[in-house]
């Protein structure tokens, strides 16, 4: 819990810091842009449910290269039985851009980096996985007028805390239309090979920017397979770029 607390006041720091990286969608991971939302989804875990308070997902661009990815969630849920609340993981996710051209039509732009998640430790009250863990990835975005493909491919371990051996697919599609609307369509295909599961999930997400520096979005999502995590979900959020 201790390691937990001072890894938020590196989040609040960099939240704090004022720096801008303007003309691309943050809900690109991918993106050099500097943002911090706000976020709140509700999960139906049929029959039970979940509530999931991002308190801050964002990027600070550290360099024109190098980007750092965070996030801060909180849970409320009634899985064991009664309604708990409490913090459920902090994940930091340095990413590093080597390479950028054109490949046809497209523009690309490479990625690599990796991902710390350090669980709250609540996982008697349903709430996280109970195990801290570690996520390298590799990823491309490929741009042509106003659509953004980015496929992205991340494994994880655990570091401590119950076994994890995940690999990750994700494809994420967003089209930008005019007046600042954007939409968002978010695949993930995590084959869970300690459990011999693929718990598969589908996100769509509509926004707008009111202002370069201001919008917010719905999200609507779905489990998908026998091994879905969840039968379906909604979510608000509000983005700050700077």
């Given amino acids: 819990m201790k390691r937990l607390t001072l890894l938020v006041a590196l989040v609040v720091a960099l939240v704090g810091i004022n720096r801008s990286y303007a003309g691309e969608n ?7 842009v500097n943002n911090t939302d706000v976020r709140l989804q509700y999960f139906d875990l049929d029959g039970l449910e979940r509530y999931d308070f991002w308190v801050a997902d964002g990027a600070y661009m550290l360099t ?7 996030e801060l ?3 409320d849920t009634d899985v064991t039985g009664s309604s708990e609340g409490d913090w459920e993981s902090l994940h930091l996710k340095p990413i590093y851009f080597p390479t ?15 991902e710390l998640i350090i669980d709250a430790g609540h996982e008697e009250k349903g709430i996280g996985s109970g195990s801290d863990q570690i996520g390298p990835l590799v990823g491309v975005a490929l741009v042509r ?32 239309f005019a007046n ?34 201001f919008g917010t979005y719905v999200d609507g999502l779905v489990g998908v397979g026998a091994d879905r995590p969840y039968e379906w979900g909604v979510g608000v959020g509000v983005r700050f770029n700077y």
Avoid: C
């Fill in 26 to 32: 943050a809900s690109n991971p991918l993106a050099a």
């Fill in 64 to 70: 024109p290269k190098l980007k750092l990815k965070y």
């Fill in 73 to 75: 969630h909180y849970w």
């Fill in 100 to 114: 950028q051209g054109e490949w046809g039509t497209w523009k690309y732009k490479t990625a690599v980096g990796g």
């Fill in 145 to 176: 007028g106003n659509t953004v493909l980015i496929p992205l491919v991340q494994q994880f371990w655990e570091i401590d805390g119950p076994d994890v051996n995940t690999t990750a697919f994700r494809l994420i599609t967003i089209q930008s």
């Fill in 180 to 213: 600042g609307v954007w939409g968002k369509l978010d695949a993930k295909v995590p084959v869970d090979w300690e459990n011999d599961t693929i718990p598969a999930t589908v996100e769509v997400q509509l926004g707008k920017m009111f202002t370069p520096s």
